[in-house]
């Protein structure tokens, strides 16, 4: 990853779901740059080993995105913590498996609660915060906003929820002087993705047959420069790869009936197989699903030792 050393000096960012994948490499590259970083998740033991290769530039606070009180300690707590939140990143995410008519109510929600939910309860409570520095919040969204894809129906509906939150969030927070931009990675190579395709080789197969940037898939530490980079220009949009872009603008013309037929027919190969593959599985999500993801028992946070 390349960086200065000094691009986020003085500055202070939060980042959820920050215990792995996307979330930890931002922290990592946002404290070599300079900057001091808050850790918002639920696993405790990867959240404090991280905080502590960072050193004095990180401290964590275990707390689940879809508990608005825990997140409220939490991100209250590091604001005080480190005395200003000048960049915050909602990116704890999470899909899950199957068809619609297959998938349990349970799973269905929990994709919603996390991926829209929990962005909202990270917007509200960093807003009194990110008003006082005049910051910038970077909704991770998806690729998945603009391009449905057979068995990642609450996917698709949570990272499309997200993508409106966030740009009517911008409106609400401008007079404020918050600064609000969204993320769409692509395919990232994170649990999420390697999981899928292990457990499901129709996903792979469906994959496959996807135009780019559908097919390809990027470094996890090539999505955290570009999302850096995002925090650093306050950018309103950030696309992984680049590529990404040519989704957003070529949305009417997949969604439209010109395009069905090819959808159709795709769709009519690998549905039926994909269906066998998740019931024979028999659960909606990869089987090391972070703990913040679980059910919720109980409000609580944790933070880490000074």
Request: aromatic content about 6%.
């Amino acid at each position: 990853m390349t960086h200065s050393k000094k691009r986020f000096k003085g500055k202070v960012l939060i980042v959820t779901g920050a215990a792995r994948g996307i979330g930890a490499e931002v922290a990592r590259g946002y404290a070599a740059g300079g900057g001091k970083v808050a850790l918002i998740g639920l696993e405790p033991d990867r959240l404090e080993a991280l905080s502590v290769s960072l050193g004095e530039a990180a401290a964590w606070w275990e707390a689940d995105v879809r508990d608005g009180d825990a997140m409220k300690v939490a991100i209250d707590a590091a604001a005080a913590h480190f005395g200003r939140v000048d960049h915050v990143v909602a990116n704890a995410g999470i899909a899950s498996y199957g068809t619609v008519r297959q998938l349990d109510d349970a799973a269905f929600d929990r994709v919603l609660d996390i991926n829209v939910g929990g962005v909202f309860r990270t917007m509200k409570y960093s807003t009194p915060h990110l008003e006082r520095t005049g910051g910038y919040l970077l909704a991770v969204s998806s690729m998945a906003a603009f391009t449905a894809l057979a068995g990642l129906a609450p996917y698709n509906a949570s990272k499309s929820g997200c993508e409106a939150l966030a740009l009517a969030y911008k409106q609400e927070v401008a007079h404020l002087g918050i600064k609000v931009g969204v993320c769409h990675p692509g395919w990232i190579d994170t649990d999420i993705v390697r999981n899928a395709e292990a457990d499901l080789p129709s996903f792979r197969a469906i994959r496959a047959e996807l135009p780019y940037p559908a097919n390809s898939t990027t470094s996890v530490e090539e999505c955290a420069e570009k999302i850096l980079t995002g925090l650093k220009c306050k950018k309103s949009r950030v696309y992984v790869p680049r590529g990404v872009v040519l989704a957003n603008w070529t949305r009417a013309f997949v969604n439209s009936p010109a395009a069905w037929p090819v959808i159709a027919r795709i769709a009519g190969r690998t549905v039926p197989s994909l269906e066998r593959e998740v019931e024979a599985l028999g659960r909606f999500h990869h089987e090391h699903i972070p703990v913040e993801q679980g059910p919720v028992e109980q409000s609580s946070v944790e933070r880490s030792p000074i």
